[in-house]
């Protein structure tokens, strides 16, 4: 069983006992234990089952590399799933259940017996669920989604309580680890005057130094390392950050990183997560190396773990995961960990070595301790059902037969070591393969390059293949050496800590243990733990004719699960190229991607949530129509009023009223969103008429035009009223949605094409509020005002003027959108409150009525005038819209001229505007397709139209429509089919003008 | 004539910093060629400052000028004063190629006081904050979080911003919540 040991335990503070639960298990722990090694002090072994057999697992691992102790973290809106065990620190209160059993862990109804596992191979989901087709999604995936999966989604109405942010920061120099090859290079490239970021995703210093031991400078890791720190904390241009991870490392020195700062003590209030996003010249990969597993049946058993978190747990957290472990190994490293055990008093009684030398200085050290030792021996398989009770010793050049029984209760394996090169190939850096060491490490003439073409990320230690301590910070020092001088600095102190360390004898590349291991062996050793992958089913893939690794990966699930193959990436490419019969270089390696651990959505999204999730534009009218009942619409990041609803009644009501007394007497209508995009110069002429289809330089001063903007591709963007305010100045009208994308439109072109053309332009949208004054009582109104000439003759339709009304400073546009006579007013935004006031005030004795964007829009349809995003749909041309006569014959060019020229723009057969009354007075269904007879070559029926805008208008008391139909204006009076939802009912409608309501303009000509 | 009313009528927070929404400002949109020594000329024969360099700012009380481009300045003063101020330019630019327009109700300006403001910005746009790469003087036209926004320091412990006023509220409440004391952030040295 797994024990608390009475003493020792670096990081534990053991006048801090704290209590946590597991399954609803009341646990004791101390503060700075992880939830792993709290967890296998309480002698929880088993942790887990897993994703696909549903077998027993434990913790395999002491750090972000971890497999298989995933846990559901919390309750209730705190509740998260895949929690790694062995990276969540341990707090008083903590409650953790573990994942994917049921109905308990220590019985699971799902777990897959010997004789069923043959049945789920790789590529099981592929071969099994392939016929027939259609079983797909009413069958197969409820099932498979049913049993797989690991832990559970929070529950959709639960809000996260806490809060997250980002922090831009920039730097020299950031350093991506805090052990000693990354304090040695930050200290290192500080001396040079760079400002040094260093991050350390744990809490603490020193990486694996202070456990593996060795001395620096005379000194014990530790203490060097605290000094080496505390010379960094003292240095102006350095900062040091821990529980902050270097997720991923993208293009131009970008890099994210993901601190921690309240996941270990919740109740400590602020941001939980904040998501640093780093630009940094130069990027010092310092992050280490991850321990392999070796390949034998039953290596997934709890109890069967690193030889490094081995020695971590009793080092770091005074635990033993056994109290009589077997250390089995392919290189001297591991012979560490038997050491620790022995001299923590711990039974170890075999070290197995696959090498038929042994190892050097450190075996003789184990030796010295009394252990027994087996060379070019292995585990020919772990006994054990929910932990281990022995292992069975065998030849490791032979096929697994059995030598001896060795009972034991733990077994700490290591197949060598592997540098974590994620963060170097996250932008692309290239590997090559150690021969000797047996892993991929940086090549440094493929390294990932900045915008000058220039290395920008450099690994250092571990992570650069550099594997004893020695090496380790010569290493770093001659990284930072490299890195300040490609940076054009002085490069500061190159000198590099005396080092004392044992030897090591070199190690034999084991992918599989026993060599010649039948299957039945085979299929028992685990590659990748967390997706149930086995070196059997590599072989099959392989067998089956899957050459690339990256195919391979796909099809077995290799190194996809949540921990990306952290641990099983090498074995499983090794063993790959061993069927494959090539060597591993030419196999190659998968692509590693950001992050390189999970980091969580909040930090992702940082402050965009609530209220801050998106912007609200507001207009300057915005709190007024709050007040009084706007039931809102969205109209790209605006809010408009849809209509004002009264007490008692409905939203179609509201709408209602709105139009009726509008139409009556008075409506007013906020527009103030509409673009206003002001263009000047002495060739503002010239590039209007290349913005707009109709002629624009022509307008007079004083004077306004509806216009049309069109893409090059000659389908109708946008559109509004122009008006010319001087003679070099043109204010331009656009689309509430189109004011920011047309400015940029309009940029773009006089940026990139026409940049000699004297044109400025500016987006004045915001300068202004705008209110329509709408309807037969509209020039009454402002005549009460006063202060300005509105009459028929001093201002005539499609006329604008400058003056004042009540005393504020106004531009009146005489334009109209309803069919009515129609004034739209612009005054400065700090006044449009108190113009809005004073229209209503004066406005009280005719009805003054505010009304929405959906009376705007049924007035505007009873009048036949389009709307963009309604008519047009990004495949619309205005020819379509029968709006021929708003495109200029006499212009030579302008934005989409020539596309609307091409045969299939100028085929009578298009789909053209036309109004649409149905028969029977409905409403026909918005977006409703016009059916003709037969069906199509995919047996769909055939159609011939469809709805664009469809209201019931209470002017004309029924429903009234447009829509495309098929040569729609060659068929007037003709009555065709439109099929509601079901597809089945049809509607009958009649083909008839657009216009439906005064259709000779007498009621705004006035 | 009424009294022109700010986006949020004055709201302040009391944070980390103060965040407080200015009183209505007039602000001057130019897009000329700045390089153009007539442009020049004009701007200093009005404002009676020189047009500032690449991301620089000119003040003389509360007349300021924001470099937001190499064809584009804000001009700052008294809100009462830009429509004056407009006319003013167009006559002293004469025949250049220049857009003057009145842009003071386009937007809504905050002040952040106190020391901690370089971390509250850090937290919102992509701007180095650090001291010795933005210092009073500067402007930047950046964004914070999703939306357009410009800054730039008084002093070490005043900041100006200015955003589009239909996004007032959003940016309002962006610099509250990154001035809220529970998320106070020491990064840079005080």
């Given at each position: 069983m797994s024990i608390r040991l009475s003493t020792g335990g670096r990081?534990?503070?053991?006048?801090r006992p704290v209590r946590f639960s597991f399954n609803g298990q009341r646990l004791p722990g101390f503060l700075g234990d992880t939830l792993a090694s709290a967890l296998l002090a309480n002698d929880q072994m088993m942790v887990g089952r897993s994703f696909k057999y549903h077998r027993a697992r434990g913790v395999?691992?002491?750090?972000?590399?971890?497999?298989?102790?995933l846990v559901n973290l919390?309750?209730?809106?705190?509740h998260e799933p895949n929690q790694r065990a062995t990276t969540t620190a341990l707090f008083d209160g903590l409650e953790a259940t573990s994942q994917n059993h049921w109905p308990s862990l220590e019985f699971d109804i799902g777990v897959v017996n010997n004789a069923l596992m043959?049945?789920?191979?790789?590529g099981f989901y592929y071969k099994m669920?392939?016929?027939?087709?259609?079983?797909?999604?009413?069958?197969y995936e409820p099932f498979i989604r049913q049993s797989a999966g690991l832990g559970k989604a929070p529950a959709?109405?639960?809000?996260?309580p806490d809060t997250y942010e980002h922090f831009y920061s920039f730097v020299d120099v950031l350093v991506v680890g805090g052990g000693v090859a990354g304090l040695q290079a930050a200290l290192s490239a500080a001396q040079s005057g760079v400002k040094v970021m260093v991050i350390e995703?744990?809490?603490?210093?020193?990486?694996r130094a202070p456990v593996d031991g060795g001395t620096i400078d005379g000194m014990d890791p530790d203490a060097w390392v605290e000094k080496t720190l505390n010379t960094l904390k003292s240095m102006p241009n350095v900062t040091v950050h821990t529980r902050?991870?270097?997720?991923g490392v993208y293009d131009h020195g970008y890099a994210l990183a993901y601190e921690?700062?309240?996941?270990?003590?919740?109740?400590?209030?602020?941001?939980r997560h904040r998501l640093w996003r780093i630009r940094a010249a130069r990027i010092i990969a310092a992050t280490g190396a991850l321990e392999r597993p070796l390949s034998f049946a039953?290596?997934?058993?709890?109890?069967?773990?690193l030889a490094s978190a081995v020695r971590d747990y009793v080092?770091?957290?005074?635990?033993?995961?056994?109290?009589s472990t077997v250390v089995v190994t392919n290189?001297?490293?591991?012979y560490r960990t038997a050491i620790v055990l022995k001299n923590a008093g711990l039974d170890v009684p075999a070290i197995i070595d696959a090498r038929p030398e042994g190892g050097g200085a450190l075996m003789e050290e184990a030796r010295g301790l009394g252990i027994r030792i087996e060379t070019g021996r292995g585990i020919a398989r772990v006994r054990g059902l929910?932990?281990?009770v022995s292992v069975q010793l065998c030849e490791?050049?032979?096929?697994?037969?059995?030598l001896e029984d060795i009972p034991c209760d733990a077994v700490a394996m290591s197949g060598g070591w592997s540098p974590v090169v994620h963060l170097w190939s996250h932008c692309g850096g290239k590997l090559n393969w150690n021969e000797a060491g047996a892993f991929f490490a940086p090549d440094p003439d493929r390294a990932p390059t900045d915008q000058t073409g220039a290395p920008f990320v450099y690994c250092a230690g571990n992570a650069n293949g550099a594997m004893d301590l020695k090496t380790v910070l010569q290493d770093a020092v001659e990284q930072s050496q490299n890195v300040i001088g490609s940076l054009g600095c002085e490069s500061g102190d190159a000198s590099v800590p005396s080092v004392a360390q044992t030897q090591e004898a070199p190690l034999l590349p084991v992918w599989?243990?026993?060599?010649?291991?039948p299957k039945a062996l085979r299929s028992k050793a685990w590659l990748d733990y967390q997706n149930d992958v086995k070196v059997s089913d590599v072989q099959l893939a392989a067998q089956e004719g899957f050459e690339s690794v990256e195919h391979t990966k796909r099809y077995t699930t290799l190194g996809m699960a949540t921990d990306q193959g952290k641990l099983s990436n090498i074995n499983g490419l090794a063993t790959l190229s061993k069927a494959l019969g090539e060597d591993i270089p030419a196999v190659g390696t998968t692509t590693f991607r950001p992050p390189y651990t999970p980091i969580s959505m909040g930090a992702i999204a940082?402050?965009?949530?609530?209220?801050?999730?998106q912007p609200v534009r507001k207009t300057p009218l915005h709190d007024w129509h709050e007040a009084h009942g706007a039931v809102w619409e969205p109209v790209g990041q605006w809010r408009r009023p849809y209509c004002f609803r009264r007490d008692g009644e409905s939203t179609q009501d509201a709408v209602n009223r709105e139009i009726t007394a509008t139409r009556a007497s008075l409506g007013l209508l906020d527009a103030s969103t509409l673009g206003k995009i002001v263009v000047k110069g002495p060739d503002a002429g010239r590039f209007l008429d290349m913005m707009?289809?109709?002629?624009?330089?022509?307008l007079p001063v004083g004077k306004c035009r509806y216009g049309l903007m069109c893409s090059e591709n000659g389908f109708l963007s946008d559109d509004g009223v122009v008006a010319r305010?001087?003679?070099q100045t043109w204010l331009c009208h656009t689309t509430t949605g189109g004011a920011d994308r047309i400015h940029a439109h309009m940029e773009e072109w006089l940026q990139?094409?026409?940049?000699?053309?004297k044109v400025w332009t500016a987006?004045?949208?915001?300068?202004y509020a705008q209110i329509a004054v709408v309807g037969p009582q509209a020039r009454t109104v402002l005549e009460t005002l006063g202060?300005?000439?509105?009459?028929k003759e001093a201002l005539p339709f499609m006329h604008w003027v400058d003056g004042t009304l009540g005393g504020l400073p106004v531009r009146v546009y005489r334009i109209?959108?309803?069919?009515?006579?129609s004034y739209e007013i612009a005054t400065p935004a700090s006044h449009g409150r108190a113009l809005w006031d004073r229209l209503l005030e004066a406005g009280a004795a005719f009805d003054a009525t505010p009304y929405g964007t959906e009376a705007l829009h049924v007035m505007r349809a009873e009048k036949g005038f389009i709307m963009i995003g309604d008519e047009t749909d990004?495949?619309?041309?205005?020819q379509d819209l029968g709006l021929?006569?708003?495109?200029?014959?006499?212009?030579?060019?302008?934005?989409g001229k020539r596309a609307q020229q091409r045969t299939h723009m100028t085929d009578p057969d298009r789909w053209k505007l036309v109004g649409l009354e149905t028969l029977d007075g409905s409403v026909l269904p918005d977006g409703a397709y016009a059916v003709a007879e037969g069906r199509n070559a995919n047996g769909q029926r055939n159609t011939e139209g469809r709805v664009t805008s469809t209201y019931h208008s209470p002017t004309l008391g029924r429903g009234i429509a447009m829509g495309l139909v098929h040569r729609g204006p060659d068929r007037m009076g003709e009555v065709i089919r439109f099929a509601r939802d079901d597809g089945e009912t049809m509607i009958e409608a009649r083909i008839v003008n657009?216009?439906?309501?005064d259709p000779d303009g007498e009621k705004q000509n006035v | 004539m009424s009294e022109p009313m700010t986006a949020l009528g004055g709201a302040v927070y009391d944070g980390v910093v103060t965040v407080r929404e200015a009183p209505a400002t007039g602000m001057v949109l130019l897009r000329a060629d700045l390089s153009d020594s007539a442009v020049q000329e004009a701007v200093r024969a009005v404002i009676g400052l020189s047009v500032p360099g690449q991301r620089g700012t000119a003040f003389a009380g509360s007349t300021g000028l924001l470099w937001l481009s190499p064809d584009e300045m804000i001009i700052l003063g008294s809100h009462a004063e830009s429509r004056a101020r407009v006319a003013a330019l167009d006559d002293a630019l004469g025949s250049a190629h220049a857009l003057v327009c009145?842009?003071?109700?386009?937007r809504a300006v905050f002040t952040l006081e106190g020391r901690g403001l370089r971390e509250i910005l850090a937290k919102l746009a992509p701007?180095?904050?650090a001291p010795d790469r933005f210092a009073p003087g500067e402007v930047r036209r950046t964004r914070l979080a999703q939306v357009a926004a410009a800054f730039w320091l008084r002093d070490e412990a005043s900041a100006q911003v200015i955003c589009f006023r239909s996004v007032a509220q959003y940016v309002f409440d962006l610099l509250s919540d990154a001035a809220d004391p529970a998320n106070e952030l020491r990064h840079f040295p005080r």
């Open positions: 990081f534990l503070n053991r006048a395999v691992a002491s750090g972000s590399e971890e497999p298989n102790a919390g309750s209730g809106n705190r043959r049945f789920l191979p790789a669920f392939i016929h027939p087709r259609s079983f797909w999604k009413h069958i959709p109405e639960d809000q996260d995703q744990s809490a603490h210093w020193g990486g902050l991870m270097g997720a921690r700062l309240s996941d270990h003590d919740p109740d400590k209030g602020g941001v039953g290596n997934d058993l709890p109890g069967v773990m080092v770091n957290y005074a635990t033993a995961p056994g109290q290189n001297d490293d591991a929910r932990r281990v490791q050049d032979g096929d697994g037969a059995v599989l243990m026993p060599a010649q291991a940082g402050e965009a949530r609530g209220a801050l999730f707009y289809t109709n002629m624009m330089s022509t305010i001087d003679d990139t094409e026409w940049w000699e053309w987006n004045l949208t915001e300068q202060g300005l000439d509105v009459s109209s959108f309803s069919g009515e006579l990004g495949t619309v041309i205005p021929h006569w708003a495109i200029s014959k006499k212009k030579d060019d302008f934005l657009p216009v439906f309501f | 009145d842009v003071s109700d386009a701007v180095d904050m």
